[in-house]
C-alpha cells in the first residue's frame, strides 16, 4: 500500500470513528414519546448555567467592580460594546429562567418521591445548588444596582469575587457530586 492510500484509509477510519460517536450517542437516540417538559429540567438547568458561565465571562472583560465604575460600566457595555447589550440582556434575564428551571426540576422529583432511596444524596447535592444558585442571583443583583446606593454594606470587590469565583467553583464542585451520583444510580425513568 503506497503512503496516498494509507492516508486516505486514517481519513476514513478517523471519519468513520467520529461517525460512530455522533450516530450512538446523539443521532440514533431517540426521545421517547412519554418524555415530558418536566422531565428535561434538569439538564435544562445545566444549559441554562453554561449560558451564565460563557455570557459572564465576556462581561468581565469590561465590568468595573468598584461602586463609582459599576454602573457606568454596564452602560458601556450595553451601547458601546459590539453586542455587548444583547450578551448583557441575556445574563440579565437568564438568572430568573434557570430559577424557574431548577425549582421545575425540584418539583418534579418530590412529587414523583425520586427523592428516596437510593438517591438521598442527589436530593441533597441538588438542594445545596439551588441555594447556590439564589445566591449567585442575590450577589448579580447587587453588583448591577451598584453599591453607592446603601443597597449592601459589602464592598463591591468582594461581592464580586463571591459572584465569579467563590460560587461557580461551589456550584462546578455540587454539579460533580451530583452528576456522579446520578451517573452510579442511572436515572429512575431512563431515556
Ligand atoms: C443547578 C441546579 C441543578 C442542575 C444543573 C441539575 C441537573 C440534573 C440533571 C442533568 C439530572 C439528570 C436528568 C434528570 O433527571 O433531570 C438531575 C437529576 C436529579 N436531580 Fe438535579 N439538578 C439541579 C438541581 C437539583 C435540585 C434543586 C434537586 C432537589 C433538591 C435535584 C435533585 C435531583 C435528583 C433526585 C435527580 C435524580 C432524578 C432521577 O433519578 O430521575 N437537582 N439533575
Known amino acids: 500500500m503506497n503512503k496516498k492510500t494509507e492516508g486516505i484509509n486514517q481519513e476514513i477510519t478517523t471519519k468513520s470513528f467520529l461517525q460512530e460517536i455522533i450516530e450512538t450517542n446523539i443521532t440514533r ?22 449560558i451564565q458561565v460563557i455570557t459572564g465571562v465576556f462581561l468581565m472583560f469590561h465590568y468595573i467592580p468598584s461602586a463609582k465604575d459599576a454602573v457606568p460600566s454596564i452602560q458601556n457595555i450595553s451601547h458601546n460594546v459590539p453586542y455587548g447589550w444583547f450578551i448583557q440582556r ?26 428516596r432511596r437510593p438517591r438521598e444524596l442527589h436530593w441533597v447535592s441538588g438542594s445545596c445548588l439551588l441555594i447556590l444558585t439564589l445566591f449567585m442571583y442575590y450577589t448579580g443583583s447587587l453588583l448591577s444596582v451598584s453599591n453607592s446606593d446603601g443597597r449592601s454594606a459589602i464592598p463591591i470587590s468582594y ?5 465569579v469565583a467563590g460560587i461557580p ?7 460533580g457530586l451530583h452528576f456522579f451520583m446520578i451517573r452510579n444510580t442511572g436515572i429512575s425513568e431512563p431515556l
Open 169 to 175: 467553583m461551589a456550584m462546578g464542585l455540587f454539579m
Open 90 to 115: 441575556i445574563h440579565a434575564v437568564g438568572p430568573h429562567i434557570m430559577i424557574g428551571m431548577v425549582i421545575s426540576h425540584m418539583l418534579r422529583i418530590l412529587f414523583k418521591g425520586i427523592y
Open 159 to 163: 461581592l464580586y469575587a463571591i459572584h
Open 29 to 50: 437516540r431517540l426521545i421517547p414519546k412519554s418524555m415530558s417538559w418536566f422531565g428535561c429540567m434538569g439538564g435544562l438547568s445545566l444549559v441554562a448555567f453554561m
